[in-house]
């Protein structure tokens, strides 16, 4: 396998975006969709915003699939906040991306549409919502909408494998994760953020990689690994925020949090609430509620 591809993998599974997850064969990547599969996206979009309406909810953890990301046993790839309201739409969604043509991340906020529209793949996609109880979701909105602290934990510096516990650089995942922290201790720093999240025990999965993986680092402007342990590197473990993190942490931390997966496939939209993760393929188990697409 060319070392380009492996670098791919791993920034992908890192969660780098381009208004999401950046295509693996750099930023110029264009998806082809055809008119069916753009419909199809737009009727899905509607479910998942008629989902969160009918929630209750003021602010949910929003993380949509991307890229095939099953070789390293993940399904989701980019995590953002989404808002009831406060943004320029019902459910748009504020979030951390890389800007490719700037070479910098930027601060982006994107109606329901075009957000689960970001994966390779437009036959088949994924959207997890974590839907927070009032004492976490109205602190989380808050701080959502305070545009100034949220770029205040903007960092200058991206990596789409960036260390949870350092502010060297970051991710578009560690952004949520630092939010999250600010919403909660009022904190208005990365420092404090980090801190809070190292106590209150933030620990993602790390991520595995080769050698050729870590080589790779010399070579993708945007993947690094001088701010990770070295202890880890040498073990071939790379930790760095990923949705399922964020999602395990703020369950862990909020019991009472509502959990509903959706997906659209050939059989329509399937969505399950409070379950094990949908079937692969977005094939409908029983139980599962179905709306056709056609």
């Known amino acids: 396998m060319r070392l380009a591809t492996l670098a791919a993998a791993l920034l992908t599974a890192a969660g780098a975006a381009q208004a999401g997850s950046l295509p693996p064969r750099g930023c110029d990547r264009a998806i ?33 699939s991307g890229t095939d990301l099953s070789r390293f046993g993940l ?20 979030q951390l991306y890389y800007a490719c043509a ?22 088949v996609g994924y959207v997890s919502l974590l839907l927070l109880p009032p004492e976490a979701a109205e602190p989380l909105a808050a701080a959502t909408r305070d545009k100034p602290l949220a770029l205040g934990l903007l960092n200058s510096r991206y990596s789409a494998n960036a260390y949870p516990f350092s502010t060297s650089y970051q991710n578009c995942n560690q952004w949520v994760a630092e939010l999250l922290a600010a919403a909660s201790t009022g904190g208005r720093s990365r420092e404090d953020g980090q801190a809070w999240l190292r106590a209150e025990g933030y620990a993602p999965e790390p991520v595995h990689a080769s050698v050729w993986l870590l ?38 931390r909020w019991p009472a949090a509502r959990h509903i997966e959706l997906c659209h496939g050939p059989q329509g939209v399937v969505q ?15 139980g599962d509620r179905v709306t056709a697409l056609n």
Do not use: K, M, N
């Not at 737009?42 to 009918?54: I, K, N, S, Y």
């Open 215 to 252: 080589l790779a680092g010399h070579f993708v402007p945007w993947l690094h690994f001088d701010d990770h342990p070295a202890e880890a590197l040498d073990a071939g473990q790379v930790q760095t925020s990923l949705p399922d993190g964020l999602e395990a942490f703020a369950r862990q």
């Open 75 to 94: 399904r989701y790839s980019h995590a953002g906040i989404a808002l009831a309201d406060g943004l320029d739409t019902p459910w748009a969604v504020r």
């Open 32 to 64: 082809p969709v055809t008119a069916a599969q753009q419909d199809q996206l737009l009727r899905f979009a509607a479910v998942v915003r008629d989902a969160l309406t009918t929630s209750g909810a003021q602010a949910a953890l929003i993380s949509r």
């Open 102 to 123: 700037e070479g910098a991340p930027r601060l982006f906020d994107q109606g329901l549409a075009g957000f689960v529209s970001g994966s390779d793949d437009a036959s």
């Open 272 to 286: 399950r609430e409070d379950g094990a993760p949908l079937a692969a393929g977005c094939v409908p188990q029983p």
